[in-house]
T-cell receptor, first 114, second 110 residues
Framework: DVKVTQSSRYLVKRTGEKVFLECVQD?????MFWYRQDPGLGLRLIYF???????EKGDIPEGYSVSREKKERFSLILESASTNQTSMYLC?????????????FGAGSRLTVL | GQSLEQPSEVTAVEGAIVQINCTYQ??????LSWYQQHDGGAPTFLSY????GLEETGRFSSFLSRSDSYGYLLLQELQMKDSASYFC???????????FGAGTRLFVKA
């Protein structure tokens, strides 16, 4: 069964802390994405990557950075967490041919920043 | 700006048919997708339309009219397990960005 695995299901961090959210996929997908999901706002794209070491900004990249050193792993980094980054973070992947049409999502990481 | 509009909530009874509409306004268009998300779960892909017309997958069908910038998801023979949020999503210009609507919460009553 194809899988996107997010390392932490729930995290609680303090304002100013550095936060790492890890995502691993075992499907050999080229594309990987990070979204955040907030009630009433749907899913908003933070960053995406279409190849190793490649990254592109999404719609809300401010306050975030990403790293893709290996094809299967895409990390989201909050350099200095703030309370407005409290959210559900969803990682997704897709094949190069499917582009962004068919995304496979992980279970999500719910981050609370106090 | 870019936006997708869908109703926030829909309620229907078990066994009925329900239609969830989605209108979009985006700078580019490479296809309309639908995702289902149960509470506490991950969004899962349901269907994709690149061309006008109806796509059927079991009890679920999806329709697209590019000239109207409009699509819908049709769920037939509703079951309690269909209670979930449904998101429409448009693949934007450049091919890698998918923009999501805010989601429609479907309540299925017995």
């Amino acid at each position: 069964d194809v899988k996107v695995t997010q390392s932490s299901r729930y995290l609680v961090k303090r304002t100013g802390e550095k936060v790492f959210l890890e995502c691993v996929q075992d499907m050999d997908h080229e594309n990987m994405f990070w979204y955040r999901q907030d009630p009433g706002l749907g899913l908003r794209l933070i960053y995406f990557s279409y190849d190793v070491k490649m990254k592109e900004k999404g719609d809300i990249p401010e306050g975030y950075s990403v790293s893709r050193e290996k094809k299967e792993r895409f990390s989201l980094i909050l350099e200095s967490a703030s309370t407005n980054q409290t959210s559900m973070y969803l990682c997704a992947s897709s094949t190069r041919t499917e582009g962004a049409n068919v995304l496979t999502f992980g279970a999500g990481s719910r981050l609370t920043v106090l | 700006g870019q936006s997708l509009e869908q109703p926030s909530e829909v309620t229907a009874v078990e066994g009925a048919i329900v239609q969830i509409n989605c209108t979009y306004q985006t700078s580019g268009f490479y296809g309309l997708s639908w995702y289902q998300q149960h509470d506490g779960g991950a969004p899962t892909f349901l269907s994709y339309n690149a061309l006008d017309g109806l796509e059927e997958t079991g009890r679920f069908s999806s329709f697209l009219s590019r000239s109207d910038s409009y699509g819908y998801l049709l769920l037939q023979e509703l079951q309690m397990k269909d209670s979930a949020s449904y998101f429409c999503a448009v693949r934007d210009t450049g091919g890698f960005k998918t923009i999501f609507g805010a989601g429609t919460r479907l309540f299925v009553k017995a």
